[in-house]
């Protein structure tokens, strides 16, 4: 009989021990859960935080590339002879059946006598516009057309465009020390151009 009970005490204590350490693992899951619900939200604060105030977008490496000349297919130009300078280059991608190109050209034009010396100025084409795909011909023409007088440069591939993440015309790209320091797209005024070169260039004398 003693040991009968002796049994019923033990399995009593035993099912005790069970249900209090179900106790102590629930508890520890509900902690557990609130330190993970914890950490997500300072990462999440510590993103935003790095995002606005420490990154600097448009600070990739800039894509390198051989480019012909439109007035001398034979002469190609290297980005390494114009991103290791020390001068920003600013890129333009268009193309010629572009309204806002063509829109934008008198503000190059402008940039180009005020920055000239300062910075180097290219103006890449080849691109496609609905049907039409400019040939190196139709850069020549739009360059005499316009009177501009800095390099305009044919990518046969028609990639190099996508390969600064671009998609829609004019679209630019400021390089210095062989990165991409700024980047924008459609018709920008000349103060706002401007206003970005004059961080980056040498003041005039």
């Known amino acids: ?15 005790e ?21 914890t950490l997500v939200v300072l990462l999440i604060a510590a993103g935003a935080v790095w995002y606005l105030f420490y990154y600097e977008p448009g600070t990739d490496i800039a894509e390198p590339w051989r480019l012909q000349d439109s007035d001398n297919p034979d002469n190609y130009h290297e980005s390494a002879d114009y991103y290791e300078s ?6 333009e991608f268009f193309q010629t059946d572009c309204p806002h190109c063509n829109n934008q050209v008198p503000t190059m034009k ?12 290219l103006s890449i084409g080849g ?3 609905g049907s039409s795909k400019d040939s190196l ?24 465009m996508s390969d600064y993440g671009f998609s829609s015309y004019p679209s630019f790209a400021l390089v210095v020390d ?12 000349y103060d706002r151009l401007a206003g970005v070169l004059d961080q980056y260039v040498e003041p005039e004398e």
């Open 178 to 189: 062989e990165r991409v320091v700024w980047t924008g797209s459609g018709e920008i005024s």
């Open 110 to 121: 402008d940039i180009h006598n005020d920055y000239i010396g300062r910075i180097d100025l």
């Open 86 to 91: 020390d001068r920003p280059t600013l890129l």
């Open 137 to 160: 011909a139709d850069l020549r023409d739009f360059k005499s057309e316009h009177q501009a007088y800095w390099p305009h440069l044919y990518d046969s591939s028609g990639e190099l």
């Open 17 to 37: 021990l069970e249900h209090r350490m179900d106790q102590r693992r629930e508890a520890f899951n509900d902690i557990a859960l609130k330190l993970a619900a």
């Open 127 to 129: 691109y496609r516009l």
């Open 1 to 15: 009989m003693a040991s009968k009970r002796r049994r019923k005490q033990q399995q009593k204590e035993g099912r």
